[in-house]
């Protein structure tokens, strides 16, 4: 299986072991990411404008070249995910949208939302399966309590991300057992870590962080995973000490003995 891949921006930096881990486990589970050249930047926040086209632009140009390979295009960020598959539906829904944004592109031929987007989740999910991810662990993480992140931009808007049940989601709890370890549900696990107010508004994100891992924590977690590098950025900075906190990439990794044990994940 091979899918084309947009890495985004801060995998190359800040959150490159959420990258390097998920290349390394796609290979252990036979599939292939092969990154769309000349990439460019999401533009980390899905626009809510309608007439906002320009900044549209980059999704579009990821989505196109995803398909001009005749391939599903995979993503890893929370945040970059969430803004690419806000784009395709608009460019499969949106009328004036698409048509602005095809003027603008001038593609030989006009890109109308084709692209099958799918989170690095979804593949191991709907396209590998955690049975063949279980058969293939050779590292099980076995007596680890883990708590699942999920945070915002994976689950909503619902009708749009079709990622899981937004209310009661599943899907990284379903991983944890794949990797031997057991899930640890917490009532804070799908709430926002403050996400875009953390700089100017410092104390409250830090509250709604203290409030995440402590949930987490009273509930008997040892460790908590995310997708999402600015949640994991908030939650680090804001609520500093207590329960870690690490990428799933970095276990499934460690799981599938193509990571060696971290301080993280040895917590």
């Given at each position: 299986?091979?899918?084309?891949?947009y890495p985004g921006c801060t995998l190359k930096n800040k959150a490159r072991e959420l990258d390097d881990c998920a290349r390394a486990s796609a290979k252990?589970?036979?599939?292939?990411?092969?990154?769309?050249?000349?990439?460019?930047?999401?533009?980390?926040?899905?626009?809510?404008?309608?007439?906002?086209?320009?900044?549209?632009?980059?999704?579009?140009?990821?989505?196109?070249?995803?398909?001009?390979?005749?391939?599903?295009?995979?993503?890893?960020?929370?945040?970059?995910?969430?803004?690419?598959?806000?784009?395709?539906?608009?460019?499969?829904?949106?009328?004036?949208?698409?048509?602005?944004?095809?003027?603008?592109?001038?593609?030989?031929?006009?890109?109308?939302?084709?692209?099958?987007?799918?989170?690095?989740?979804?593949?191991?999910?709907?396209?590998?399966?955690?049975?063949?991810?279980?058969?293939?662990?050779?590292?099980?993480?076995?007596?680890?309590?883990?708590?699942?992140?999920?945070?915002?931009?994976?689950?909503?808007?619902?009708?749009?991300?079709?990622?899981?049940?937004?209310?009661?989601?599943?899907?990284?709890?379903?991983?944890?057992?794949?990797?031997?370890?057991?899930?640890?549900?917490?009532?804070?696990?799908?709430?926002?870590?403050?996400?875009?107010?953390?700089?100017?508004?410092?104390?409250?994100?830090?509250?709604?962080?203290?409030?995440?891992?402590?949930?987490?924590?009273?509930?008997?977690?040892?460790?908590?995973?995310?997708?999402?590098?600015?949640?994991?950025?908030?939650?680090?900075?804001?609520?500093a000490g207590g329960i870690p906190v690490c990428y799933f990439t970095e276990l499934l990794a460690?799981?599938?003995?193509?990571?060696?044990?971290?301080?993280?994940?040895?917590?």
């Open positions: 299986m091979k899918y084309s891949y252990a589970l036979g599939f292939e990411l092969e990154e769309l050249p000349e990439w460019q930047c999401c533009g980390g926040v899905y626009p809510l404008g309608s007439d906002e086209i320009a900044t549209k632009l980059s999704s579009v140009r990821a989505l196109n070249a995803a398909k001009e390979r005749g391939q599903e295009l995979v993503t890893l960020c929370s945040a970059c995910h969430h803004v690419i598959r806000r784009v395709n539906n608009d460019m499969r829904q949106q009328e004036e949208i698409r048509t602005k944004a095809n003027n603008y592109m001038k593609l030989e031929t006009p890109y109308a939302g084709e692209t099958n987007v799918l989170h690095y989740l979804e593949v191991l999910r709907d396209r590998v399966g955690f049975d063949r991810v279980r058969e293939l662990v050779v590292k099980p993480l076995t007596g680890k309590r883990i708590g699942a992140y999920y945070g915002c931009l994976l689950l909503r808007p619902g009708s749009v991300m079709a990622f899981d049940d937004p209310e009661n989601p599943k899907i990284m709890e379903d991983f944890i057992r794949a990797i031997g370890a057991e899930p640890v549900v917490y009532p804070y696990r799908n709430e926002c870590c403050g996400g875009y107010i953390s700089l100017k508004e410092k104390e409250m994100a830090k509250g709604m962080c203290e409030k995440i891992k402590e949930s987490a924590e009273g509930f008997g977690a040892d460790l908590l995973i995310t997708a999402c590098p600015l949640c994991m950025y908030n939650l680090n900075r804001s609520a460690e799981a599938l003995g193509v990571k060696e044990s971290g301080e993280v994940a040895s917590a």
